[in-house]
Structure formats: C-alpha cells, structure tokens
C-alpha cells in the first residue's frame, strides 16, 4: 500500500515536471553556456575568445558536434581564426587586397578542429572534433574554446555583439547574450591574472520535445520468478506498419550506408525492424534474489545501423538505488540532485572497454549487473516495486511498459483495490509519455 502512495507521488511528480518541456529536476541547472571575451579593442579590429561549456550532468554532445552559429550586427568580417573553422568563407568581393578576410559570411558557421589540427591553428582546450561530454564523465572535456580577430567596416567605438545564437544541435535553443563580470585568466603559473576587456554569456538549453518528436528508447522487462519478457510497448517510437517507416531486417545491408553522406551531419537512424522501432532497447531484468541482496542485470542494445554511440550513459531512477552495493562493467555515480533523495543515477561506458555502444550487429550491446540491498520496510518483488521508474538513454526519455504489464509474483493477489491503483498508475505514466 505504501509502496503504491510512493509510486503514484512519483509519476505525478514525473508529470507535472517533465523534461519534455525544457526543465529537467534531475538536472535543474543543465544548459549549455557560450562565453564571448572581447580580449582587446581598437577601432578596426578586435580579438575574441570563445568558449562554450556542457554545463549538463548526463547529457553530452557526440559526433558530428557543435555546429555554432549567429548573425552579425554590421558588415563584420573574420580575418583570422584559430582553434575552429568557418565551414564556409563567403563573398569577399569587396576586399581587393592581397590578403582576403578568412570569412565574410553575415551568418558564419563555426566548427571545431579535428585532434591533431596543424599546432599554429590549435588553441588551448580546441580541436575535439566537436565533441562535448557532460560533466560527470569528463572534467576535461566539457569546454571548448577558439579565438578569432575581427573587424568591422564601420568605425564604431563600441564593439557590437552578434545576436540569434545558435549550436546547431537538435534541441537545443539559446538565449540573447547578457553581459557578466569580465573573464579573469591566470598567466605566469597561476601568478598574476589579466582580464576580457568585457563578457557576455549565452545560455542555451536542450528540450527532448524539440529534439525530435518521437522517442528513442524504451524499456523491455523480465523476472526470474516469471517467464514472461515484458517487450517494449508497441509503436514506443515508431510503428513498423506506417507505409513511410524504413527499417531493415536483421542482416540486411541498408541502401542508406552503401551511399555517401556529409560527414558533418548524422546520418537519419535506420533500425532493425521491430514492433516498436526503437534505436535503443534497455532491458531490465531481475536476475535472483539472496537473503539480503537482490541482483539485476541491464543490457542496452543498439538496434541503430547507423551509429556507433561513443561515451553513451544512462541515467536509472529507482528507490532502491540509494542502497546499491555494486554495479559491475559500468562507471556508477548517484545523481542526488536534492541530497536528501538519492534514488537517481548515472551508468556509463568503461573507457577502452564498453564507453562505445557499437552499431547494430553481433556486438552492438553492453551490460551490467548491480546488487541491491534489500532494505526492510522498502524492499518486496511485488506490485512492480523491483522495476525502474525512469530510464534515459543519452539524456532521452525510454519509453516504458504498462505498469499494469510487468512481470507480476505467481499467485500474487491481484485485489481491485490494487488494480484501480494501477490503472490510476497507467494512465499518469501515458500522460507522462504523450
Ligand atoms: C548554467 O549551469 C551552470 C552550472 O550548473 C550554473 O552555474 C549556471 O547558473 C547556469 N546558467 C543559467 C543561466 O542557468
Ligand atoms: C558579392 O558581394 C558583392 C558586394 O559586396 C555583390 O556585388 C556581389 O553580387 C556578390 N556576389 C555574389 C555571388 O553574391
Ligand atoms: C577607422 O578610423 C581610423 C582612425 O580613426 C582610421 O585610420 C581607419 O581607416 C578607419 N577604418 C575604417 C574601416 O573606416
Ligand atoms: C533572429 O533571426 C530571425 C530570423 O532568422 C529574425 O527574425 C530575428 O529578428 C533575429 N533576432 C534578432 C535579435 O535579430
Ligand atoms: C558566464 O559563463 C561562465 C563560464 O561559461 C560561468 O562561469 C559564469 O558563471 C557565467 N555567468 C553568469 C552570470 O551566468
Ligand atoms: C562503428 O565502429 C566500427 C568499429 O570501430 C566501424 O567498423 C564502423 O564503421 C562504425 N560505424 C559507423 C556508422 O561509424
Ligand atoms: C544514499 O544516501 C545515503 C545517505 O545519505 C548514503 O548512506 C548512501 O551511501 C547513498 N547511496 C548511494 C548509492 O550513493
Ligand atoms: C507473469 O506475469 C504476467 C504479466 O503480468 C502474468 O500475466 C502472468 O500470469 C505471470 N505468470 C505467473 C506464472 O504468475
């Protein structure tokens, strides 16, 4: 009974606040911040560091990367750049001298070096292919930063900030720069520090709703005390009798990867055919019970033919979790975003060992186990209590049975007074996922 009030205080938590909507309470700070140091200035030309930071705990960019982008105010041009790239270097026509600007786009898009750019070209913290990861997994790799030199064909004494910033990732938007305390930088060993003329910052944040409309993932189930295997639910991010879904059989080449695409974009996913179309599948299963732990193994398979996920990572809710005594294969860290509940965490990738979820094939799966204590009071395989309530996939909603579906106990009583509760279950988690 208690079990099922703590359930329902979950799902309707998880529903009035969801992610979908831009504010995520397992992350509440997640955004991702450009900072633009106008270094110096004079009235022709000017010198610009920018960075850009994964502020995010569990969600991080992989390949392609950042694509950044914003409009100029005036005619400014670029004429030198280091630690990125313009993708393009527009009409100069304007300019006759010997030496043409690097870029005269009113619109650059900028693009991170590849490692092991030309070192003239690098910059301290550049060329990781655009590469960001979150803040949990890699300290050292959650920034970038690249300088440029500008000027403006006017003579203003104000230098302009660009507006419409832009990352082009999916589902990300960011805000209109505000100007912050200017950037303090350490020269000499950490001895004396100089600082930006003046600083801006602007925030971007992520929206799954806005990265894509259908889900990516979703969640199948099974128990040792029960042969059934949950499947993911039908249609979970695509339906397979829709005439304009492609997928391919298992062991079928697909025409997309014989043709050549842009490396800088990712390719649209192909997945292998299924009832529910899934690129990711988690499947949690309750592997066996001891006097007074309790053992669950969780394989994360791509069925994607298209991509190989490098440095993926799951977040897991479960109350079960504060009491977790082991997680084998994986890295674990406790995302107690509220210190006094830490029912959330964070599993990723061993680094050379399975940080990359392969493309589907024979290997395009990882695993774990983890070994729960069974906590009196808390602890019981029945009503569902040993099945995750979220998972996310790469910062991505999984999409989850029916409560009402779950492996149940044999001859467990199914009383109605249970079975209105569950349904009251269903349909919040159905809000939860419309
Ligand atoms: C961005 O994230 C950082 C780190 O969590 C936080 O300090 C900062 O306040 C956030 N910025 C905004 C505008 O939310
Ligand atoms: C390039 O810009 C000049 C003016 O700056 C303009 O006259 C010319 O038409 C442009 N060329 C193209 C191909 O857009
Ligand atoms: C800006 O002004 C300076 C001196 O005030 C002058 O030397 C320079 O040519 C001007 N630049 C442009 C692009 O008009
Ligand atoms: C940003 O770009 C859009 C069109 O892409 C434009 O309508 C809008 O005015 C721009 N914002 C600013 C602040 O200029
Ligand atoms: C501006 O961004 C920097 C780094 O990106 C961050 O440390 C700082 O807290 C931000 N300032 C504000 C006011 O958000
Ligand atoms: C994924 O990695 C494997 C092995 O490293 C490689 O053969 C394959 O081409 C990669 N697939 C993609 C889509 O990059
Ligand atoms: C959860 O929090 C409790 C008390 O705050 C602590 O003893 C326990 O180690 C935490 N569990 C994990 C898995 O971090
Ligand atoms: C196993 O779980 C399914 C789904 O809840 C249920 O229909 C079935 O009766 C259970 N099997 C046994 C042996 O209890």
């Keep these: 009974m208690r079990v099922i009030l703590v359930l329902i205080f979950f799902y309707s938590v998880i529903s009035s606040i969801s992610p979908l909507y831009g504010f995520d309470p397992l992350d509440p700070h997640a955004n991702i911040t450009i900072k633009w140091d106008l270094m110096q200035s004079t009235p022709d030309a000017s010198d610009v560091r920018v960075s850009l930071f994964n502020f995010q705990l569990y969600r991080h960019i992989d390949q392609p990367g950042w694509r950044m982008s914003w409009d100029w105010t005036g005619d400014e041009v670029i004429w030198n750049m280091w630690g990125a790239e313009t993708t393009e270097q527009g009409n100069c026509t304007k300019f006759s001298?010997?030496?043409?600007?690097?870029?005269?786009?009113?619109?650059?898009?900028?693009?991170?070096?590849?490692?092991?750019?030309?070192?003239?070209?690098?910059?301290?913290?550049?060329?990781?292919?655009?590469?960001?990861?979150?803040?949990?997994?890699?300290?050292?790799?959650?920034?970038?930063?690249?300088?440029?030199?500008?000027?403006?064909?006017?003579?203003?004494?104000?230098?302009?900030?660009?507006?419409?910033?832009?990352?082009?990732?999916?589902?990300?938007?960011?805000?209109?720069?505000?100007?912050?305390?200017?950037?303090?930088?350490?020269?000499?060993?950490?001895?004396?520090r100089t600082q930006a003329l003046r600083t801006w910052n602007v925030t971007c944040a992520y929206s799954q709703f806005l990265a894509s409309s259908n889900p990516t993932c979703c969640v199948s189930l099974s128990a040792f005390y029960n042969n059934t295997i949950v499947p993911c639910p039908?249609?979970?991010?695509?339906?397979q009798e829709l005439s304009h879904t492609k997928c391919v059989k298992p062991g079928e080449t697909p025409s997309l990867l014989r043709q050549k695409h842009d490396p800088n974009e990712e390719p649209p996913p192909v997945v292998i055919c299924s009832q529910h179309m899934c690129p990711i599948r988690v499947h949690w299963h309750v592997k066996q019970s001891y006097r007074e732990y309790w053992r669950v193994k969780m394989t994360v398979t791509n069925l994607n033919v298209m991509k190989n996920y490098s440095n993926w990572n799951l977040v897991v809710l479960h109350p079960n979790l504060e009491s977790l005594?082991?997680?084998?294969?994986?890295?674990?860290?406790?995302?107690?975003?509220?210190?006094?509940?830490?029912?959330?965490?964070?599993?990723?990738?061993?680094?050379?060992?399975?940080?990359?979820?392969?493309?589907?094939?024979d290997k395009g799966n990882v695993q774990t186990e983890m070994i729960l204590h069974k906590d009196p009071g808390t602890f019981t395989f029945r009503e569902g209590w040993a099945f995750p309530r979220r998972i996310?996939?790469?910062?991505?909603?999984?999409?989850?049975?029916?409560?009402?579906?779950?492996?149940?106990?044999?001859?467990?009583?199914?009383?109605?007074?249970?079975?209105?509760?569950?349904?009251?279950?269903?349909?919040?988690?159905?809000?939860?996922?419309?």
């Design 97 to 192: 001298g010997t030496q043409l600007p690097y870029c005269c786009e009113k619109s650059p898009v900028i693009i991170d070096l590849m490692p092991g750019a030309p070192y003239n070209l690098q910059t301290a913290n550049c060329c990781k292919g655009g590469v960001l990861s979150s803040m949990t997994q890699d300290i050292s790799k959650f920034g970038a930063t690249f300088q440029m030199n500008v000027a403006a064909s006017t003579n203003s004494s104000d230098f302009v900030l660009p507006h419409n910033f832009t990352l082009g990732l999916p589902g990300y938007s960011c805000g209109g720069p505000f100007e912050v305390a200017p950037s303090k930088f350490f020269v000499d060993g950490s001895r004396r």
């Design 234 to 239: 039908k249609c979970s991010c695509n339906c």
């Design 325 to 361: 005594a082991q997680a084998f294969s994986f890295n674990y860290r406790a995302l107690d975003q509220y210190g006094y509940i830490n029912d959330t965490g964070m599993l990723w990738g061993i680094r050379d060992y399975n940080d990359v979820l392969l493309q589907a094939g």
């Design 392 to 434: 996310l996939f790469n910062g991505d909603e999984c999409v989850m049975p029916l409560p009402d579906d779950y492996p149940r106990l044999p001859n467990s009583g199914h009383s109605a007074l249970a079975s209105s509760f569950t349904f009251l279950l269903s349909l919040l988690v159905l809000t939860t996922i419309i």
